[in-house]
C-alpha cells in the first residue's frame, strides 16, 4: 500500500530502479517473519510498538525436525513486490503472509508519505524561509484520505508530522487510525530523505476483498536510515523495525522485536544487484522467537524480480537451549535446511530443496530416498569421503542419516567418522572392499543404499 499522496514526476525516486530499492528493503523487513522469545519477553519488546500488544507464545522457539520446515517457510517468505512471481509466497497460508505482507506495506510507506509531506509542504522559490505550520490533507489511491499535520522547515527540509487515515485504500486493504512521521536528515543534493522514523500507534488493516480474510491491528516503529556515497554507488538502506500485529480473524500475533535489514545495493538509480544482512528477534504466536542473524551477507542476484539468493550466508535461526536452525544458499533455486535440535552445535537433519517448496505442515506421503553416493577405489592409508547429500525426500522433511560398516575385508577395525551426517568418512585399515550401507529417516519411513570403496594396496 505505497500512497502516492502527493504525485511528483520530476524526482528520481519515481524510476523504476528507485521504486525497486524501496520494495527490496520493504521484501527483507517482511522476508523472516516466523517465532521466537525467550530472554526480554514480549513486556518489554512491545515498548516501540504502539499500544497493540503480542498475545501469543513468549517463551523461546522448541526448534525440532517437526517444525524446522515450517520456521523456515514462516520466516522466508520473499519480497511482497515478487509475489506474483514468488511460489514460496503465494503459497503461504494467511497467518504466514500476512505477517510480511503487512510489513513490506509499511516500510513502503516510509518513502511515499515522507516524500508527499515534504512536497505539500514546500514554499514557493523566493519565500523567506520560515518553519511552517502543515495542516494537508490528500486522498488515497482508491478512496478514502489520509490527513498530515505538524511543523515543516523549509531550509533544513526536516519536520514531524502527525498522519491519520481515514478509510484510506489502495486496492488490497483499507486502512483506518494514526500515526507519527518525523524525519530527522535530508540529502538535499539527491533530494531525498536519509533518516525517517514513522510510528504507527494502533493501526486497523481490512482487507477490500472479504475472501482474503485480512483484518489486524498493527502497532509499529519503522526507522529507515539511507546511506550513498559520494558517487552513490554503492547505496545501503538500513532499516530497523518493532512491529506487533495481531489478526482479529483467528486470533494469530506476531512479533518483530529490533529487527534489522541493510541491504547494500550495487548502484542507486538502477540496481541490479543486492547483498543483506539481518539481526534481530522474531516471534510467532505458536512457537514462541527465534533470534535469526546472517553470517555473511545474502547475494540476491537481481532485483527486479527480486526472488531468492544465490550465495551467501547461511542464515540461521536460534531458539531455546541454544537449538538453530540453518538455511544455506545453493544457488538461486535451491537452498539447504539443516536443524540441530539438541543445541549440541552438530546439524543432524537436512534436506535440500526449491526455494519455492519451503512449506507449513508435515506430510508422510512418499518415503525418502537413499542414496549414498557412487563407488569409489582409494589407496590404502587415505580417508574415504562418504557422500550423502543428493538423497531426498518428496515431501520435503528434514531427513537423518546413519552409516554403517555392511561389510569388510576379515581383520579389519576401520571406523567410521561423523556417521549420523551426510558427509561421514572412514579410514579403511586393510586392502579388499568397504561395503557402506546408508539409512535416511524422515519421522515416517526409512530407505537404505550402499556404496562400495575399493582400497588398493
Known amino acids: 500500500m505505497e500512497h502516492k499522496i502527493h504525485e511528483v514526476t520530476s524526482r528520481a525516486r519515481v524510476t523504476s530502479g528507485m521504486r525497486t530499492m524501496q520494495w527490496v528493503a520493504a521484501g527483507f523487513m517482511a522476508t523472516f517473519i516466523l517465532s521466537g522469545c525467550g530472554g526480554g519477553g514480549a513486556d518489554d519488546a512491545g515498548a516501540d510498538a504502539g499500544s497493540v500488544e503480542y498475545n ?58 515522507s516524500n508527499a509531506v515534504k512536497e505539500s509542504s514546500a514554499v514557493p522559490a523566493g519565500t523567506p524561509s520560515a518553519v511552517l505550520n502543515v495542516d494537508y490533507s490528500d486522498t488515497c489511491p482508491v478512496g478514502g484520505s489520509v490527513r498530515f499535520s505538524g511543523t515543516f522547515d523549509d531550509v533544513t527540509r526536516l519536520g514531524s508530522w502527525t498522519l491519520s487515515f481515514t478509510d484510506c ?43 482474503d480474510r485480512i483484518d489486524w491491528q498493527v502497532g509499529a516503529n519503522l526507522h529507515v536510515e539511507q546511506i550513498y556515497t559520494g558517487d ?96 544455506t544458499p545453493v544457488d538461486a533455486t535451491l537452498v539447504t535446511v539443516e536443524a540441530d535440535t539438541d543445541g549440541d552445535g552438530f546439524y543432524e537433519y537436512s534436506i535440500t530443496l526449491p526455494w519455492a517448496a519451503l512449506k ?18 582409494i589407496a590404502l592409508g587415505e ?25 569388510q575385508p576379515a581383520g579389519s577395525n576401520a571406523g567410521l567418522a561423523g556417521s549420523d551426517s551426510a558427509n561421514a568418512t572412514i579410514t579403511p585399515d586393510m586392502a579388499g572392499d568397504y561395503t557402506l550401507e546408508l539409512l535416511v529417516y524422515d519421522g515416517w519411513f526409512s530407505n537404505v543404499d550402499t556404496v562400495t570403496i575399493t582400497v588398493t594396496p
Open 56 to 113: 501469543g507464545n513468549t517463551l523461546a522457539a522448541d526448534i525440532t525436525d517437526a517444525n524446522a520446515n515450517e520456521i523456515a517457510n514462516e520466516t522466508f517468505t520473499g519480497s511482497d513486490a515478487a509475489n506474483a512471481s514468488n511460489p514460496t509466497f503465494a503459497a503461504n497460508t494467511s497467518k504466514n503472509r500476512n505477517s510480511a505482507f503487512v510489513a513490506s506495506k509499511l516500510l513502503g510507506h516510509v518513502d511515499s508519505l
Open 169 to 211: 485504500s489502495d486496492g488490497d486493504v483499507v486502512v483506518d487510525g494514526s500515526a507519527s512521521l518525523t524525519a530527522n536528515a535530508y540529502n538535499a543534493t539527491i533530494d531525498e530523505y536519509t533518516d525517517v522514523i514513522l510510528t504507527y500507534d494502533n493501526l486497523h488493516f481490512v482487507s477490500v476483498d472479504p475472501a
Open 360 to 377: 507449513d505442515d508435515r506430510v508422510n506421503n512418499n518415503a525418502p530416498v537413499a542414496n549414498a553416493g557412487s563407488d569409489a577405489t
Open 383 to 407: 580417508t574415504a569421503q562418504l557422500n550423502g547429500s543428493q538423497s531426498s525426500d518428496a515431501d520435503y522433511n528434514l531427513i537423518t542419516f546413519a552409516w554403517t560398516v555392511a561389510d
Open 232 to 327: 552513490l554507488n554503492p547505496f545501503t538502506k538500513i532499516a530497523t523495525i518493532n512491529l506487533t500485529l495481531n489478526e482479529n480473524v483467528g486470533g494469530a500475533s506476531y512479533k518483530y522485536e529490533n529487527y534489522v535489514t541493510e541491504v547494500e545495493f550495487d548502484q542507486y538509480l538502477t540496481p541490479s544487484t543486492a547483498d543483506v544482512s539481518v539481526s534481530g528477534r522474531l516471534y510467532h504466536y505458536l512457537h514462541g522467537f527465534v533470534d535469526v542473524e546472517t553470517t555473511t551477507p545474502l547475494h540476491y542476484p537481481s532485483v527486479e524480480p527480486l526472488l531468492y539468493p544465490e550465495s551467501g550466508g547461511p542464515l540461521i535461526y536460534t531458539g531455546e537451549s541454544n537449538k538453530k536452525l540453518r538455511l
